[in-house]
């Protein structure tokens, strides 16, 4: 069970959980490379993580919550770059002022077919976000103490696009967090919690 003991989340603790190395690998035959950024900052010493609320006109994925980021292009070296150019070109923030703090273990999209690999960084607070407008409805700001509250937290089923999903499920206010983004955030929370990622779900 997650925790919400927030006294070590400072910056300093948060780095020493995470590391680039080594680089994500080759995504297996059949998916799509893609990078995603989970951007952090702190309100005084309040750890704060960053989504976007999807419009309903982009391809993939619409209405639903996400990290920043997308697929990789001819002209990104990596998926890093990929992750930083798609949060500059999405929530508007500049690549060069993002501290990248390291990455956690890769996953892949159950039905659009994305392998994502998705990193963690330090955004400067205050900040002046300049959502896009085509591709992102709004920011979702949530408090790492609200996502480690087991009260916010299950595991179950959830309706979407005529299907239903096993999936975990975060809540905040009306908006449900489910599907990869689920994943990837119980991931990246259970290695801060316990020093290790589990398996995936």
């Known amino acids: 069970m ?3 003991d927030m006294t070590p989340f400072s910056p300093d603790f ?3 959980r995470l590391s680039l190395d080594p680089p994500p690998p080759e995504p297996p035959p059949g998916l799509q490379p893609a990078g995603v950024l989970a951007p952090v900052f702190f309100v005084d010493t309040t750890p704060h993580l960053l989504f976007t609320k999807r419009t309903l006109t982009v391809r993939d994925h619409r209405g639903q919550i996400s990290f920043p980021g997308g697929v ?3 002209k990104d070296p990596h998926l890093l770059a990929t992750a930083l150019r798609e949060t500059e070109e999405e929530i ?3 690549r060069n002022v993002i501290e990248v703090w390291g990455r956690i273990n890769q996953s892949h999209t159950l039905g659009s077919g ?3 690999s998705p990193f963690v960084g330090l955004v400067p607070y ?3 976000f300049k959502p896009n407008n085509v591709e992102v409805e709004r920011l979702i700001i949530v408090p790492f103490s609200h996502l ?3 009260a916010n937290f299950s595991e ?3 309706d979407w696009g005529g299907q239903t999903w096993m999936t975990q499920l975060y809540t905040y206010g009306d908006d449900v967090i489910w599907g990869l983004t689920a994943r990837l955030l119980y991931n990246f929370l259970t290695l801060l919690t316990s020093g290790q990622e589990p398996g995936d779900f």
Request: net charge neutral.
């Open 126 to 128: 205050p900040y002046e």
């Open 114 to 116: 994305y392998w994502i």
């Open 92 to 94: 508007g923030v500049d």
């Open 156 to 158: 179950g089923t959830y």
């Open 148 to 150: 480690l509250d087991p």
């Open 14 to 16: 948060l780095k020493s």
């Open 2 to 4: 997650l925790q919400k």
């Open 72 to 74: 990789r292009s001819s």
